[in-house]
């Protein structure tokens, strides 16, 4: 095996750390909104579909388990952020799809989440901005499909 290049270690590094510091404002920010990070990913996940979501099929697209899904679901359809719909095929299965009320909070929570970001980001060059944005991008291209399944 060849030896690491050090450009891509010290990437890598400063991804690591930048995710870090991302994760513990996230959860403390989403926290004022009663929200957890699984949450967040779920009910966004939910509001980018058009079509209602099987359980089975959200907990395995965010990477979170189905029993927990299941619960964000009893808290989201109370709260009249989602709505359970019976599945044409099988009527004993529900699918979840986002409600007007749960996509206009997302929209809510996410404009308030970083607010400052929006000003340093300003600070970027176009070009910036979207050579960053095509990266992540492709980084987040590259760890979906290259997601490790626990057995």
Do not use: C
Request: hydrophobic share 45%; proline share 5%; net charge neutral.
């Amino acid at each position: 095996m060849p030896p690491p290049n050090p450009n891509v270690m010290a990437a890598l590094t400063r991804f690591g750390i930048a995710s870090d510091l991302f994760q513990s404002a996230m959860q403390v920010r989403l926290a004022d909104h009663g929200l957890t990070t699984a949450q967040l990913s779920v009910l966004s996940h939910l509001a980018r579909r058009s079509e209602p979501q099987r359980v089975t099929d959200i907990a395995q697209a965010v990477g979170v388990g189905q029993p927990a899904v299941t619960k964000m679901m009893v808290k989201f359809e109370g709260a009249g952020w989602v709505h359970m719909v019976a599945d044409a095929q099988d009527r004993r299965t529900r699918r979840a799809e986002a409600t007007d009320q749960g996509r206009a909070f997302l929209m809510q929570v996410q404009r308030g989440l970083f607010p400052e970001l929006g000003a340093f980001l300003a600070g970027w060059s176009p070009e910036d901005l979207q050579a960053f944005t095509e990266g992540l991008t492709r980084f987040g291209q590259f760890l979906d499909s290259n997601r490790r399944v626990d057995d």
